[in-house]
């Protein structure tokens, strides 16, 4: 059964909506970087390393995410890093992508704005042109540093146009509100950026309403704890903003004990545009077809709702009308022509 069900996801076309690139760093990748790039690891190995991913919130996970990118150093560091990435998207049959990274990681390093979203680009180029991923990058704003650096990356993202689609904000998420970010978000919005935030991870409700009404959020990262105030359940309901929902990170972080216990399926049911995404899949134990399926055994989803899931990742997408219709299409001729779970 759970073989048919991996088999029956992993086939299914799915657009992935909520994926930090830094968090797609697998240990045996950070050990090759680090060896090529002369940089020292606070590990002995990579067993070592998969056995420090112990978290207890949000910041102990962050501060290891963090060291880890001490080794993407060089434009192809990040190109092998977002290459590996793709190629294993396209086995989980990933047709989009709307991958996070945080430039100011890695200025605030010494490396150049310029060598991270080349290196970035490129990969994803290559991903179009041999697995068919299509793609729009999203830079996403360090809400626990001072919105001036925020506005410092915007001014460094100019030289790649259209080349980066939109603007997120990521990072430890309590005591930073989105309210501190309103003007860098305001001018992303006039040069034409797509918007997104992460809130209500581990932060309150209100920092949902904030991202929506001070930000312009046009979809809401995590979103999990909206379910604590009805009312904006309604208005995230009626005005159709989606939520790209991790399960396995939500775990992971003990923002949920377990995934029993997991919103997931009462957001379905009170009629959210739920996705779900995997967030930073080599620190978390899976990608986008392993939460597919932790979501779908913890809850017995059908394969009804399973294409549903799918269909919105695609809906939420910042694809033109036209491609949108196109994936959503071939979602339901794979669901028709899939075995019967
Ligand atoms: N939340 C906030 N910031 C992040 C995350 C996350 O899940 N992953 C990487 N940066
Ligand atoms: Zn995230």
Redesign the pocket.
Known sequence: MTEGLRAFITGLPKAELHL?L??TLEPELMFALAARNGVALPYASVDEARAAYEFTD?QS??DL?YAGCAVLVTEQDFYDLTRAYLDRAAAESVRHVEP?F?PQTHTARGIPFSVAADGILRALADGERIHGITSKLIM?FLRDQPAESAGAALEEARVHGERIAGVGL????VGHPPEGFAEVFAEARRRGYRVVA?AG?EGPPEYITGALDVLGAERI??GVRCLEDPALTRRLVDERIPLTV?PL?NVR?RVVPDMASHPLERLIEAGLMVTVNS??PAYFGGYLVDNYLAAAEAFGLTKDVLVALAENSFAASFLGGADKIARIAEVHAYAASAEAL
């Open positions: 930090h830094e968090g949000l996970f962050l995410y996070f945080d996403a990521d990072s430890a998420e992460h991870e990262d995590h991790c990170s972080l967030d930073d």
